[in-house]
């Protein structure tokens, strides 16, 4: 279990520094850039949250991740720069992130 939390606790984070720039770069809206901004901070509260075991980390972290692959795929059909490996690691997380949320059910039932 230790080993998927910091794996996945490893792409969250990579995910939010993908995301942290957004906000000063000129190619995007305002508004949507400090929306993918924020969605970088709130990807690295959560994978520190999940580091720490707390109890909302690994649906944070999912809902991190299903966001990420929802904005990928938006850059994808709009042909932005680095959609595809957006893509590829959100896609990543989020299969962790619900192996955690499994692992962790499964942990609580036992």
């Known amino acids: 279990m230790k080993m998927l939390v910091y794996a996945t606790a490893t792409v969250t984070v990579l995910m939010a ?13 305002a508004p949507l850039g400090w929306v993918v901004t924020l969605l970088g901070v709130a990807g690295l509260v959560a994978a520190v949250g999940l580091v720490r075991r707390a109890p909302w980390a690994p ?31 959100s896609l990543c997380g989020l299969l962790l992130a619900t192996a955690c949320i499994r692992t ?3 942990q609580a039932s036992a």
């Open 17 to 29: 520094l993908l995301n942290l720039p957004f906000a000063f770069d000129g190619d995007v809206a």
């Open 104 to 106: 962790t059910a499964r």
């Open 59 to 89: 649906l944070a972290v999912t809902a991190v991740a299903a966001l990420n692959v929802a904005g990928a795929l938006v850059a994808l059909v709009s042909d932005r720069e680095g959609a595809l490996i957006g893509l590829t690691v």
